[in-house]
């Protein structure tokens, strides 16, 4: 008995050093560029963030909160949030107030427009001379007044070499009958339908609805050879070679290539959705000053470095891309080198009417399976 | 109806001020929500809609209908033969049913998905003699599969409860009026179990009828009401219409609920719900 416990014991151990092979080392931060100092100690700080996303300590490695509450004595109470627009209705209902949000960028330029976020006092923020300046000057902030880039991410077209053959370049192949029934993709709305207006040429941010009426219809068409849709599961379905094709984020795949090295990755010629991730203070902060400090200390050279690693998505900080011992340095895929950029579009806010629009073309698909 | 003397007013308070807030009013806006539109005025469209979703409506109906009577199939002589069983048999076959629902039933759902998948445990067993790989996952039946296992020991523990009631010495005395086994089990034991079959009934029933992370797991596009409320109030943000599915979901189970009540007749033993 104690040996079949053992022997379970020791799978599991591996299952779980297979699902975490990025980032695993134990930092305290030894040389902080900024200054923090102990005047906020034994306050609290709400910070509302997206799941696994922030290097928490687990596998050995750096445990950002931990090593703030440290520095600071200011207590993290962190939370975590599944999509931009649940994270906007806790925000919206105002039963909590928090004082850090890491929203994406088309919801920051909705969240400033609604007056949700207030201006950072960039006079306390030191580390942000680290940041690119190919992530600065966004459309969403296009003033550099409310958000700090935290990290940025491209969808691309994830493939099984073993499964597909040649190598594809387009998004065209999702709709392949040859792989019927061995085709992901996203289980939501809009990343779905980029999907279909990327091949079709059409602006993912488009208000026309004869656009997205012929998105539909493409997405339709896709009914038939689609095995499933799904966020997480594309893990499971990729790895397993469970499926041949999926789109997902290229941070994502470096993790399933760990653990299956016949799964291969590209950015389709059509173009493709690019992100951007960044820490906002929301308007009934509680906590300002401290959430000031958070966000100086996020931008660290090491705790970006960590966070980096750990997510595995790329950064935005000079710190660490262009720090030769970062685990990822010079990828190709999360730092494509200027001639092989894919081309990319951003999401942006799309006013109500247009949204419940397309909500209701995305009902139509789901139900004529 | 007896008057309730104080001190059971007293202590019944809590519990009366917990279900008038976390049912009845629950119950209130989900009615609210479904008669009105995002604007909040009221309107029938919600309830209009509700046709496109009457495929939908069946197959759940159908499948989780499938899966609870496979549920009592296998239940009832299972918890028959525990019910006559002593001691360390007992235990080990009680153990049996509890062990898994010691688990997560996401996490038995997710491991299912491993096993049932194209390249999963069962198919890679198969290869191992070259048999070719079954198509499991994203059909009917892993959708029904997974009701069955999650939900079975719903049916077996109400079913072994009245059946460990049934007093052996009635048994005996059925014998020794000359019953032979059969009509033992359909004069005695059907009869005095049926109480528990009505109870395991609705609870594998009704967890199965709603159900959205067994669909979306194991069932790749197929999508059960459970999934069509899903999806509106997570991802399409279309409280009202997931409001009118719910509401008429919960009539769905309501008037199952009554059936089963009626066949149940007077007597109430063993009924938990």
Redesign the interface.
């Known amino acids: 008995m104690k040996k079949t416990f053992c022997a379970l014991f020791a799978v599991c151990l591996m299952m779980t050093a297979g699902m975490t092979s990025c980032g695993e080392k134990n930092i305290t931060l030894e040389n902080p560029s900024g200054t923090y100092s102990q005047e906020y100690a034994g306050t609290t700080l709400n910070v509302f963030n997206w799941g696994e996303y922030i290097s928490d300590g687990s596998e050995g490695s750096f445990d950002t909160n931990a090593a703030f509450e440290a520095l600071t004595g200011i207590k993290v109470n962190y939370m975590n949030f599944e999509s931009n627009e649940a994270m906007y209705a806790k925000l919206k209902s105002g039963a909590v107030s928090y004082d850090i949000v890491i929203p994406s960028d088309y919801m920051i330029e909705r969240l400033i427009k609604e007056d949700m976020v207030q201006k950072l006092d960039f006079s306390k923020i030191d580390n942000y001379k680290y940041i690119d300046d190919e992530y600065r000057d966004l459309y969403f902030d296009p003033t550099n007044e409310y958000s700090v880039p935290y990290s940025v991410g491209m969808v691309g077209l994830i493939y099984n070499t073993t499964m597909v053959e040649g190598t594809p370049d387009s998004w065209g192949i999702m709709w392949d009958a040859k792989y019927a029934d061995n085709i992901l993709t996203f289980n939501n709305p809009r990343d779905a339908f980029a999907i279909a207006q990327f091949l079709l040429g059409i602006d993912i941010n488009s208000t026309d609805h004869a656009a997205w009426d012929a998105a539909a219809a493409k997405l339709k068409e896709q009914n038939a050879v689609l095995q499933a849709r799904v966020m997480d599961e594309v893990f499971n379905k990729m790895e397993g070679e469970n499926a041949a094709i999926a789109p997902y984020y290229a941070g994502d795949y470096l993790t399933m290539a760990d653990n299956n090295p016949d799964l291969a990755f590209v950015y389709p010629k059509e173009g493709t959705n690019i992100f951007v991730d960044s820490l906002c203070i929301p308007k009934n902060a509680q906590n300002y000053e401290a959430a000031l400090m958070y966000i100086n200390f996020m931008l660290e050279p090491e705790v970006a470095l960590a966070n980096a690693e750990y997510i595995c998505y790329a950064s935005p900080n000079t710190a660490v891309i262009e720090n030769t011992e970062y685990e990822l340095y010079g990828n190709e895929i999360l730092y494509p080198a200027e001639d092989a950029k894919p081309k990319t579009q951003y999401y942006h806010d799309i006013d109500v009417e247009t949204r419940s629009y397309y909500e209701k073309l995305w009902e139509d698909i789901l139900l004529d399976d | 109806m007896k008057k309730k003397s104080l001190a059971q007013q007293i202590l019944g308070a809590p519990y009366i001020l917990w279900s008038a807030l976390f049912v009845i009013v629950p119950l209130v806006i989900v009615v609210y929500y479904a008669f009105t539109d ?1 604007e909040g005025a009221f309107t029938l469209a919600n309830v209009a809609k509700l046709r ?2 009457k ?2 409506f069946m197959i759940s109906i159908e499948y989780s209908f499938i899966a609870t009577v496979i549920c009592l199939l296998v239940s009832y002589p299972f918890a028959y033969l525990m019910s006559r069983k002593k001691g360390a048999t007992q235990r080990i076959m009680m153990m049996l049913v509890m062990l898994p629902m010691w688990m997560n039933l996401l996490i038995r759902t997710y491991s299912w ?2 096993i049932l ?4 445990l069962i198919n890679n067993f198969l290869g191992l003699f070259g048999i070719e790989p079954l ?1 499991m ?2 059909t009917p039946g892993a959708v029904i599969f997974g009701m069955i296992y999650n939900y079975i020991p719903y049916m077996i523990l109400p079913i072994y409860t009245v059946m460990s009631k049934i007093d052996v010495s009635v048994l005996e005395a059925a014998e020794d009026l000359g019953s032979n086994s059969f009509s033992k089990l359909r004069r005695i034991i059907l009869p005095m179990s049926m109480p528990g079959v009505i109870s395991g009934f609705t609870m594998v029933f009704v967890p199965s009828v709603s159900t959205f992370y067994i669909s979306q ?1 194991l069932g ?2 197929i ?1 059960l009401i459970g999934d069509a409320i899903e ?1 509106q109030i ?5 409280y009202n219409l997931g409001a009118a599915l719910s509401l008429v979901l919960m009539v769905m189970i309501l008037i199952c609920m009554a059936l089963m009540k009626k066949f149940a007749g007077d007597s109430n033993d063993g009924l938990i719900m």
């Open positions: 995002a496109e979703y495929e939908v998905m491993n998948e194209k390249n999963g198509k996952i994203g797991k790749g596009k999508m999806k997570q991802s399409l943000y279309n």
